[in-house]
C-alpha cells in the first residue's frame, strides 16, 4: 500500500513540476505526455523507485523495473493534471468568470 501511495503522490509532484516549466516553456505546454514520461523515468530513476520490486512481481531486470515504474509514475501524473483541470474548471463555473470578464473588458451577450 505503501508504493502505491509513493506512486500516486510522485505523479501529483511531476505534475507540479511540469507545470511550474510550462510557464517558461512554450514546448511543454505541447507535449505534455512526453514531459511527463521523461520527468516520471527520471524521479523514478534518481529515487531507485521499482514499484514491481515493492509488489514483489518478477521483471527481467532492475533497470526496466524503474524504467517502467516511471511510466506508471507518468500515467498517475497524467490522471492528476486531467483531475485538477476539471476542478479548475469548477472553480470558474462556480464564481462564473465569464460574467466578470464581460463585465471587464464591456463585452455583450449575443445570445
Same mark, same amino acid.
Do not use: C
Given at each position: 500500500? @505503501?508504493?502505491?501511495?509513493?506512486?500516486?503522490?510522485?505523479?501529483?509532484?511531476?505534475? +507540479?513540476?511540469?507545470?511550474?516549466?510550462?510557464?517558461?516553456?512554450?514546448?511543454?505546454?505541447?507535449?505534455?505526455?512526453?514531459?511527463?514520461?521523461?520527468? &516520471?523515468? $527520471?524521479? +523514478?530513476?534518481?529515487?531507485?523507485?521499482?514499484?514491481?520490486?515493492?509488489?514483489?512481481? +518478477?521483471? %527481467?531486470? @532492475? +533497470? =526496466?523495473?524503474?524504467?517502467?515504474?516511471?511510466? $506508471?509514475? $507518468? &500515467?498517475?501524473?497524467?490522471?492528476?493534471?486531467?483531475?485538477? =483541470?476539471?476542478?479548475?474548471?469548477?472553480?470558474?463555473?462556480?464564481?462564473?468568470?465569464? %460574467?466578470?470578464?464581460?463585465?471587464?473588458?464591456?463585452?455583450?451577450?449575443?445570445?
Amino acid at each position: 500500500m @505503501h508504493a502505491f501511495g509513493m506512486l500516486v503522490l510522485l505523479g501529483l509532484g511531476i505534475v +507540479a513540476v511540469s507545470g511550474i516549466a510550462a510557464r517558461w516553456l512554450t514546448l511543454v505546454r505541447e507535449f505534455w505526455a512526453v514531459a511527463l514520461v521523461v520527468l &516520471g523515468v $527520471a524521479t +523514478a530513476w534518481i529515487a531507485d523507485f521499482d514499484l514491481f520490486s515493492a509488489w514483489t512481481l +518478477a521483471v %527481467r531486470s @532492475h +533497470a =526496466l523495473g524503474i524504467v517502467f515504474t516511471g511510466i $506508471a509514475v $507518468a &500515467g498517475a501524473g497524467y490522471f492528476w493534471r486531467e483531475v485538477l =483541470l476539471f476542478l479548475e474548471s469548477l472553480s470558474r463555473k462556480h464564481t462564473d468568470e465569464a %460574467r466578470t470578464l464581460e463585465k471587464a473588458q464591456n463585452l455583450h451577450r449575443v445570445a
